[in-house]
Structure formats: C-alpha cells, structure tokens
C-alpha cells in the first residue's frame, strides 16, 4: 500500500484484525523482514509494517533522515489508518525511531519492544566509524552492503542462515545510495534517549543477542538494569529474528499476551 506524504510516496502493509503492532526494519532492511512475524501474529492483530525513509519502497525526503523525520513519517501512515494506540517493535535503526516516537507522541506507544536497539547515542567511537563507513559506502555500496549485512551475524549461526543472509543482501541492494547515506547520517546524530525508555510507563522490552557483534550484551544488560526495562536474552547476533526465528516469534508472543 502507498500513502503521499511531503511529495514522496511510502510504501506500507496492513495484514489481520485486533489490536495493532507496528514494525520498523533496521538499517538496509525494508519491511519484508518481518513476513514470519505477520504471518504469525496477524491471526489475532493488526499487523503494520512500514519501510523506512529511504528505504524498500519508500522514497527518500532528503540527505539526512533523523530518527524523528522517520518517527513523523510512521506516524503518518497510522493516522491514515486511524490508529491511535500500538505497540511498536523495532529492530536496530527501527528501535531509534520507536523511541523518537515515544518522545515527539507518547500517546501513540502502547508497549514497545527494542530488537538489538539502544536508548543511547552512538558513541564518539561510533559515529567517527559511522562516517568511514559514509565515505566507504560512496566509494563501493555493493561491497559495503556485503560485508555489512554479513557481519551483523553470529559467526557460528552464518551457515545455517546463508540463504536468509544471501536474501537480506539482495534486498538491501535495492537500497539506494541516497537512502544509505541518509539514514547513516541520522543514526550517527540521534539523540540520547534513554530518558525516554526510563520513564515510559508502558510494557517494554528489549531482545538482545549475546553475540551482536554492533550493540555488546554487556551493554544491553547494563541498560537494562538502569532503565528498568526488561530484558530477554538469544543465542545470536544483530539478527535475532533471523537467527532463532522459533524462539523470537514465542518471546514476541509472550510479551504481547
């Protein structure tokens, strides 16, 4: 489905009936990943998902997205649906904007589930790799989409996903330069918002792999621990739901429940 919005077109699926998910893809994904998630879930919700600024089939708004320009867009496809009120579930870059969400119109975040995200910043670290990656990313995109998808995987669980890995790489591609360097740009400069997780009052989780290899478990445990938000632990990487599909789709389900 398409809604206009600001001369552009973005690109959104509405599957199932009850009360809505929403679903942000991360960085270089569109919102085809989450086909397990509604096959499964839209039985009993309404299952949303929506590509990202720049991103699947989604136009690009300008050279930078922020977290909140994607925030605003999201908001926008649910106000075309006359959704008030969903639970969000974000992955990596999807997460960021869920948490934008939350601090530009906390009434639409009933729940919120952050898959291999984090309320914080990048760090100093972060951002300078964030723009090697900008001028590499200009230099040779295909390359740096095959070796960035490939990395966000557990090493020990890359051969038994190779056909998911080799699939997310030929989505990716189809992402354009633009849209690539649009979103490293927001990412790089999102805000802080681990006040934002602290103080929402809603149901709230983050799913973290104990080998992701760009948020560290450690991290994640800290996190959660300061900012009171549960944590559920998978044996993968940054592609949780691709690495142990079974057991995110059940702890997705008991956290919905």
């Known amino acids: ?33 989450w086909q397990d998630c509604i096959t499964f879930f839209s039985k009993r919700y309404q299952c949303i998902a929506i590509d990202l600024l720049g991103h699947g089939h989604t136009e690009c708004l300008g050279y930078i997205h922020t977290m909140e320009d994607m925030a605003n867009a999201v908001k926008a496809v649910l106000t075309h649906l006359g959704v008030s009120n969903a639970t969000w579930v974000g992955h990596s870059m999807g997460g960021y904007v869920a948490l934008a969400a939350i601090d530009l119109f906390p009434d639409l975040v009933g729940g919120l589930v952050l898959v291999n995200a984090t309320s914080y ?73 681990s006040k934002v ?12 792999g104990k080998k992701d290899p760009v948020i560290a478990y450690q991290k994640s445990i800290q996190e959660s621990e300061q900012l009171s938000t549960n944590l559920i632990s998978f044996d993968a990487g940054h592609m949780i739901h691709v690495e142990n599909t079974e057991n995110f789709l059940s702890e997705l389900e008991k956290f919905l429940a």
């Open 121 to 193: 910043p990048d760090s100093e670290e972060r951002k300078i790799n964030r723009s090697r990656a900008i001028d590499f990313v200009k230099k040779n995109p295909k390359a740096y989409i095959s070796m960035a998808i490939t990395n966000l995987f557990a090493e020990k669980n890359r051969a038994k996903v190779q056909n998911e890995i080799m699939h997310i790489k030929n989505q990716a591609s189809q992402t354009s330069l633009q849209g690539i360097l649009s979103a490293l740009e927001g990412m790089k400069n999102r805000k802080d918002r």
């Open 197 to 208: 997780l602290n103080a929402f009052k809603g149901p709230k989780a983050i799913f973290s």
């Open 1 to 33: 489905m398409i809604l206009k919005y600001k001369g552009i077109k973005i690109n959104y699926n509405k599957v199932g009936h009850g009360k809505s998910i929403v679903f942000l893809h991360g960085f270089l994904e569109n919102s085809t990943m």
